[in-house]
């Protein structure tokens, strides 16, 4: 077997957002809590839904529907908060984003992902990294660095730091 033939496989999280299917690699997922309540923050952007107390840190959540340009998600009973790790000047950043449900861990191999297709997504392309062959379905895989782009992300943790107050409220 040659380089050229041979393939990866990784895992993906699969979720639904505003009745789509995103997929992100499963080694950025941190873990996955159920929606309870999230502390609102004033004068932070619309998309940023608040903080939450995870284990005594504060953790801004980003409502990925309205991050997408989607109306404020409807949280239901499947509602879920993903919790993501990311760099920022070399430091961990921990984000919470929100989805309307969490489906399943899919295994894809290189050959299952094609180019984000360039017409029919409601997200902005520049957020796709591919779209991914999941069984009969597809799912689109989100370059979750670029759709938590820097200067939301400095948003977000400048949201959580005056907030480190309210980490008592969110847990009670």
Not at 102 to 113: A, M, R, T, W, Y
Not at 141 to 164: R, T, W
Request: hydrophobic letters at 45%.
């Amino acid at each position: 077997m040659t380089d050229q033939q041979i393939t990866t496989q990784q895992q993906y999280l699969t979720f639904a957002v505003c009745d789509d299917d995103y997929a992100v690699p499963i080694l950025r997922v941190k873990e996955i809590i159920a929606f309870d309540s999230v502390t609102r923050v004033p004068r932070t952007p619309s998309f940023i839904r608040g903080v939450i107390n995870l284990r005594g840190s504060v953790v801004p959540v980003i409502d990925l529907a309205q991050k997408f340009g989607y109306p404020e998600s409807r949280t239901t009973r499947s509602s879920c908060i993903v919790i993501v790790e990311m760099a920022l000047d070399d430091k961990p950043i921990v984000l919470g984003v929100l989805v309307d449900a969490v489906n399943q861990v899919v295994d894809l191999l290189d050959e299952d992902i094609q180019e984000p297709p360039s017409f029919g997504t409601r997200v902005d392309i520049g957020f796709l990294v591919g779209m991914g062959r999941a069984g009969k379905k597809f799912v689109l895989i989100l370059d979750i660095d670029k759709v938590l782009a820097a200067s939301d992300v400095i948003a977000a943790a400048d949201a959580a730091a005056p907030a480190e107050d309210l980490a008592g409220e969110s847990a009670a």
